[in-house]
């Protein structure tokens, strides 16, 4: 298995561009989950997924910011208009449903927003 | 209300010397606990998991962790420290949610002195 697969590892833009993050889950994984870290905040939940729908946006910082699941298979993270204090890296994790499943992170991206 | 919380963001040892790195944990039903690791520029990759079977859990690189309920801790440790250890570990929470959310602590970053 490849694992959780996230492109672009490594995304600069400059401010007011239009950002798209996209994620790959496990094939077989019913949830997903984005995160962002940053030196300031540490590891933040931004919105998961489960079963294709979403189930807790509560952390998405802002209304630039969205997220989608239109199959089982691929996720997006979008934020429009991008701004430097959006610079951090985005990680995405998928986890098998029941209790007790370990999350398996990909290697995240990594945004400068200039 | 903090689920986790992991005691001292930084810890420094020698080479050799003893790991101990905190993680105190509130749920009001058994929880599933977690302990990741991230290398530098790496995403989180799961070091090892207690579910319950057994208090003293084994994990891969010789760390280990033991769950405590009376003391609602579940601190990680290695008995000789390598200079590949240096990472950042994060302590989870599964609340027995069967969507897979965790609730992370904030990290401690690990120091190997040579």
């Known amino acids: 298995d490849a694992g959780v697969i996230q492109s672009p590892r490594h995304e600069v833009t400059e401010m007011g561009q239009e950002v798209t993050l996209r994620c790959k889950p496990i094939s077989g994984h019913n949830s997903l989950f984005w995160y962002r870290q940053t030196m300031m905040r540490g590891l933040e939940l931004l919105i998961y997924f489960n079963n294709n729908v979403p189930i807790d946006d509560s952390g998405m910082p802002e209304d630039r910011f969205s997220a989608k699941m239109p199959n089982a298979s691929f996720s997006t993270l979008k934020i429009q208009p991008s701004e430097p204090r959006d610079s951090a890296v985005y990680f995405c994790?998928?986890?098998?449903?029941?209790?007790?499943?370990?999350?398996?992170f990909g290697p995240g991206t990594r945004l400068t927003v200039l | 209300a903090q689920s986790v919380t992991q005691l001292g963001s930084h810890v420094s040892v020698s080479e050799g010397a003893l790991v101990l790195l905190r993680c105190n944990y509130s749920?009001?039903?058994?929880?599933?606990l977690f302990w990741y690791v991230q290398y530098p520029n790496q995403g989180l990759q799961l070091l090892l998991k207690?579910?319950?079977?057994?208090?003293l859990v084994k994990g891969i690189n010789g760390f280990e962790a033991e769950f405590k309920k009376s003391e609602t801790s579940f601190h990680l440790t290695k008995p000789s420290a390598h200079m590949s250890d240096a990472a950042e570990y994060f302590c989870?929470?599964?609340?027995?949610?069967?969507?897979?959310?965790?609730?992370f602590g904030r990290g401690t970053q690990l120091t190997v002195w040579p």
């Open positions: 749920s009001s039903v058994p929880p599933y």
């Open positions: 994790a998928s986890t098998p449903a029941g209790t007790g499943n370990e999350q398996f």
């Open positions: 989870a929470l599964d609340r027995g949610s069967t969507l897979g959310r965790l609730y």
């Open positions: 207690y579910t319950s079977a057994a208090t």
